[in-house]
């Protein structure tokens, strides 16, 4: 027998086998973790315009969309500009590129750095990049009718106080108003004496913006219910002066009980008015001349008890119109409906406040259907409001409704 040397063969438990499989693909995992998780790395910053893509920025402002092209970028779940936090899109999220969206709040602290984390909260990268504040955006005025030593609430945004260059409200003529209160969407400005129509002027350190909208507008009024009225019609409606306060003289008030169904309550003597132009004896002029996509009507209401059914139908009727209301259910000419109550169930205002509505939307019959006709400019002379049907069922109700200075303009 040869004086070989024995090999011996070791069992190793099938656990133990198990464990090592465990162990060794952890190993490999985090071998590739580590990998996934490398330094991102940004190479430029881009508009996501496609007509701008080819122009790198360095800064951008509040609210724009940016494209970070770089490499390594899969794992970045945070973006910080200065000190506040982007909404990540995780579906815009790639190894090369990220499409995110500037916040739109104010920084508290500026470091003009945009900061990328990974997942792993270790790895994080700070890149050069400011972030530009807008001029004021001024949207709105809750109330374009508010008389001299009274508070007009402005919506919008970016409304910066700032001590080296205070926020400020200037009203027509360039007359200051006092700044009751403000935040960054809000400015509550007490009206200042003697002034006139025309628009008004948030000036910030960021810039100053006119506004669309004319405070105490007085363009293209229809029916004011003072000096322009809709006497000679079959109805000129009920008209008021107190309770509820005037926003501007008199106004005209639809007020009783209303059924909730849809078809609802047809009671033209407590919820309507008609003007008819020749019948008022009014010249045979064009009341809008611009493209309907471009214009509103616009009024003060002031409702006071809740209206919880039907729609305030807006009727234009051309000039010749006169002595009939069956264009009301005909469905001849397209009208617009307004009916707020619709989302929550009722509908109540503290106080007047302005209504802009689209002549866009003046694509109904009287129950909500689509008409078949469209509204033209040439339409846009008499005026009939009725609040009726609207084709959505409500609740009985008792409403208060008082409606002021109906008129077209522009957007």
Not at 350 to 366: A, K
Request: charge should be negative; include cysteine.
């Amino acid at each position: 027998m040869s004086d070989m040397k024995k090999i011996k063969y070791y069992r190793f438990p099938a656990s133990m086998l198990i464990l090592v499989t465990i162990l060794t693909g952890f190993f490999f995992q985090s071998c590739e973790k580590q990998d996934e998780m490398a330094m991102p790395e940004v190479i430029y910053v881009r508009k996501t315009d496609p007509a701008k893509s080819d122009s790198l920025v360095a800064h951008a402002f509040m609210g724009d969309n940016i494209a970070i092209i770089g490499k390594n970028l899969g794992n970045v779940d945070e973006i910080w500009f200065n000190d506040q936090k982007a909404n990540l899109n995780p579906n815009l999220v790639t190894s090369t590129s990220i499409i995110v969206q500037v916040p739109e709040i104010i920084p508290a602290t500026v470091t003009n750095k945009m900061t990328l984390i990974n997942s792993d909260k270790v790895k994080k990268l700070e890149y050069e990049f400011g972030v530009d504040v807008p001029a004021p955006l001024v949207d709105r005025m809750v109330c374009e009718y508010v008389a001299d030593g009274e508070t007009a609430v402005i919506k919008g945004n970016y409304f910066v106080d700032d001590p080296a260059l205070p926020l400020a409200v200037l009203f027509p003529g360039n007359v200051a108003g006092t700044i009751v209160s403000s935040t960054i969407t809000e400015i509550q400005v007490t009206v200042p004496a003697g002034v006139g129509p025309g628009q008004v002027q948030v000036k910030t350190l960021y810039g100053t913006t006119r506004s669309r909208f004319f405070f105490r507008d007085d363009r293209n009024i229809i029916l004011n219910f003072d000096d322009l009225t809709a006497a000679g019609g079959w109805r000129s409606g009920v008209i008021g002066n107190s309770n509820p306060e005037p926003v501007d003289g008199n106004y005209v008030r639809f007020s009783g009980a209303m059924a909730g169904g849809a078809g609802s309550t047809w009671n033209e003597d407590a919820f309507s008015f008609n003007l008819w132009p020749l019948a008022n004896e009014r010249p045979d002029i064009p009341v809008y001349t611009g493209d309907i996509k471009d214009g509103l009507i616009k009024f003060e209401v002031n409702v006071l008890a809740a209206w919880q059914s039907s729609a305030l139908q807006m009727i234009f009727t051309p000039y010749t119109t006169t002595a009939t209301n069956g264009y009301i259910a005909d469905g001849t000419y397209p009208r617009g409906l307004w009916s707020p109550w619709k989302e929550t169930g009722t509908y109540q205002t503290d106080g007047w406040i302005t209504v802009s509505f689209p002549l866009s939307d003046f694509i109904y019959t009287f129950d909500g259907a689509e008409c078949a006709n469209k509204l033209t400019a040439d339409m846009i002379s008499g005026l009939t409001f009725f609040v009726w049907n609207g084709g959505v069922a409500g609740t009985d109700c008792n409403p208060h409704i008082c409606i002021d200075n109906i008129r077209v303009v522009p957007k």
